[in-house]
């Protein structure tokens, strides 16, 4: 699934080719809303003007020039491209954004947990941000010192607790599961249970790992493309995600993959045993 530098990385190859153009038409597929009424309304959208881009966590959105604005979530396989209107359609479109410019917009997303919606509010965009925790991206030492005594009030497993989107925005299992390594804890770890400072590691070890990976144009290791149709680079770079089995990179243990809350933790057992 594609978490917040992902979605970054599509945000910023997409968003010069979108800003300032004019959308001409607009096509949802009956698959993603079998309701005529409910594809038409994305009808308001032609006439508009594309002013900007932006994004939170794992949610993006288009912001036009009359406050309507375009919500993405791509779930686990969502895709969004900028093509030219002449070019072949993929298996699985299934929203079309024509632009003056003579390239669309395509969303593509073959298993279909990911989303597109309408909002004609801001108001209603920032509902949605504001359901979810600070970004990594973007979060202060205010922020962080909040989030540690939320989790230290927790008495769920701190890899559970870092999954969680109200906690903090953009996460996922990779960036979960690497910032854990790096900051040597235990994926079991209750919150209860990590100090202060251990927490504050943790937090600085999730921007870190999300950065690296923004660097390198994000993990792709099932489905992800880029917002060029392209892999991401950073999957090499990966300390434990993915590795079961494979020696640690720091102390050559076996990595070692666990089910928490029906999804894979990796870890090494060495480097991360009981560390509070």
Known sequence: MPEGPEVETI????EPLLVEQKIKSTWISPVLYPATQKRNQFKTLEGKTISALGRHGKLLWINTSEEHYLLVRLGMTGRLH?????DSLEKHTHVRIQLNSGNELRYIDSR???SVTLVQTEAEKLFEIQKMGPDPFSWDIKQKKEIIKRIQKSERSIKTILLDQSVLAGVG?????E???VAKIAPEKKGTELSAQKLLSLLDAVQDVMKLALHHRGTSFMSYVDGW??????LSRLWVFARTEQPCKICGTAIEQKVQANRSTFYCPKCQKDRR
């Open 11 to 14: 945000r910023l190859d997409i």
């Open 82 to 86: 900028v093509q030219h209107r002449d």
């Open 112 to 114: 279909r947990f990911g």
């Open 173 to 177: 299992n990779i960036y979960a599961s």
């Open 179 to 181: 910032a854990l390594f």
């Open 229 to 234: 149709g392209k892999k991401g680079d950073n």
